[in-house]
């Protein structure tokens, strides 16, 4: 049983700051790239931050400076630091972990539920 779920979601003043965690179970978790998206109502998800097995991050331009993508293997998790929050932050994110083991044919992606973040005063 593959499994993400995440956690540390609230309600959250402008300028404030949320850490997100996700605890992944039933994967090789060092074998996975992860990463946070976010969607609100009636829009895609969009990207906020990926990280390699490595230790590579590349995040969305909207969040570069704010947030901190981070992984810990020895507890197959990962986290987002989100700071100098926004209310255009506020969003349902999702935790992912993507393996592609032949591009194209073999690609393995998991997703978790969501945890909600809301930005307001």
């Known amino acids: 049983q593959e499994q993400l779920v995440e956690s540390g979601g609230g309600l959250v003043q402008p300028g404030g700051s949320l850490r997100l965690s996700c605890a992944a179970s039933?994967?090789?978790?060092?074998?996975?790239?992860m990463g946070w998206y976010r969607q609100t109502p009636g829009k895609q998800r969009e990207l906020v931050a990926t990280?390699?097995?490595?230790?590579?991050?590349k995040y969305a331009d909207s969040v570069k400076g704010r947030f901190t993508i981070s992984r810990d293997n020895a507890k197959n998790t990962v986290h987002l630091q989100m700071g100098s929050l926004k209310p255009e932050d506020t969003a349902v994110y999702y935790c992912?972990?993507?393996?592609?083991?032949?591009?194209?044919?073999?690609?393995?992606?998991?997703w978790g539920q969501g945890t909600q973040v809301t930005v307001s005063s």
């Open positions: 039933g994967i090789i978790f060092s074998n996975y790239a």
């Open positions: 992912n972990a993507k393996r592609v083991r032949i591009p194209g044919k073999y690609e393995y992606e998991y």
């Open positions: 990280i390699t097995s490595s230790g590579s991050t």
